[in-house]
C-alpha cells in the first residue's frame, strides 16, 4: 500500500450466481482525496462499498483500508475496521425514539468513551454541522437535509480517516443537497478522504472532482464537466 492511500483495491473480482460485477479491478484513494463512483444501476457500486466495510469479501484480489488488509480481518477487528471509516448512507437511518444529542452519542458509547469525552464531543461535531440548538429534537422534528447533517456528525464523532457516502442527497432538494456537498467539502478540506456514490450529475457539476464510472467490473476516470 502506498504510503499516501487510505483504500487501495488490487485485481478485485465480485461475482454473483456467475455474473461478474467487478472484473480484476484496481482502485486508490488517497489520503485527502475526494472521488465520485457514478455508475449505471447495478454497475456494482454498492458492491463496492460493502468490500470497503467488510460486508462482502471478494471472490480474489487485496482490499486495503486505512493500512488494514480487510480480506484476511479476523471478525472481532471488523469493529475496529469500521471505526475508521465515517458511514454516511441512506440506509443507516437514525434511531427515531433517541433525541440528534443521543444519536450522535450512541456511536460512542459503542465504543466504551467516557462520558465526559462523549459529551465535548457530541457538542462538538454537531457545532460542525450548525445542529447544535436542535440537540434535544427528536430526529422527526428535522427536514431531511438536517437529519442527513446529524448523521454526518455521527459519522464524525469517532474521527475517521474516510467518509464513505452512498447517495447523500439522493432524497433532498436542491438547497439541503448544497449544504450537504457544502459540509462534505468542509470535511475533506480539513484533510478527511471522501469516497461518494451518486447518480445526482447536477451536483456532481457542481462540484467537481474526480469521478469514477463503474461500467463492465470496472472503473474508468472521466470528466465531470461532461457527465
Ligand atoms: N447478494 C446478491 N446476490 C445476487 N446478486 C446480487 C447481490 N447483490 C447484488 N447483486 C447483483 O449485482 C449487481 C450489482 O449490484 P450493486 O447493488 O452492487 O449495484 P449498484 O451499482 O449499487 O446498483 P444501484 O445503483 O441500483 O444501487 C446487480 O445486478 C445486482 O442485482
Do not use: C, W
Not at 77 to 87: A, E, N
Not at 97 to 123: C, H, M, P, W
Not at 175 to 181: C, K, N
Not at 206 to 221: S, V
Amino acid at each position: 500500500m502506498s504510503q499516501h492511500s487510505v483504500i487501495e483495491f488490487q485485481n478485485v473480482s465480485v461475482s454473483y450466481s456467475h455474473r461478474t460485477v467487478l472484473d480484476d479491478l484496481d482502485f486508490n484513494l488517497e489520503n485527502g482525496d475526494f472521488t465520485y463512483l457514478i455508475g449505471e444501476t447495478g454497475a456494482g457500486k454498492s458492491s463496492f462499498l460493502r468490500l470497503i466495510y467488510r460486508d462482502l469479501l471478494p471472490d480474489s484480489g487485496s482490499v486495503k483500508v486505512a493500512g488494514l488488509e480487510v480480506t484476511s480481518l479476523k471478525d472481532k477487528k471488523v469493529p475496529h475496521l469500521r471505526r475508521r471509516l465515517g458511514i454516511v448512507f441512506q440506509d443507516f437511518q437514525l434511531l427515531p425514539d433517541r433525541t440528534v444529542y443521543e444519536n450522535v452519542a450512541f456511536s460512542l458509547k459503542v465504543t466504551g468513551e467516557k462520558n465526559s469525552y462523549i459529551k465535548q464531543r457530541v457538542l462538538e461535531v454537531l457545532g460542525m454541522v450548525g445542529l447544535s440548538h436542535k440537540r434535544k429534537n427528536m430526529p422527526e422534528d428535522l427536514s431531511g437535509g438536517e437529519q442527513q447533517r446529524v448523521v454526518i456528525a455521527r459519522a464524525l464523532a469517532n474521527e475517521p480517516r474516510i467518509m464513505l457516502a452512498d447517495e447523500p442527497t439522493g432524497n433532498l432538494d436542491p438547497g439541503a443537497s448544497a449544504e450537504i456537498m457544502e459540509l462534505l467539502k468542509q470535511i475533506n478540506n480539513r484533510g478527511m478522504a471522501v469516497l461518494m456514490v451518486t447518480h445526482d450529475y447536477d451536483t456532481v457539476k457542481e462540484y467537481p472532482r474526480r469521478t469514477l464510472k463503474l461500467q463492465d467490473g470496472k472503473t474508468k476516470e472521466v470528466d465531470p464537466k461532461n457527465l
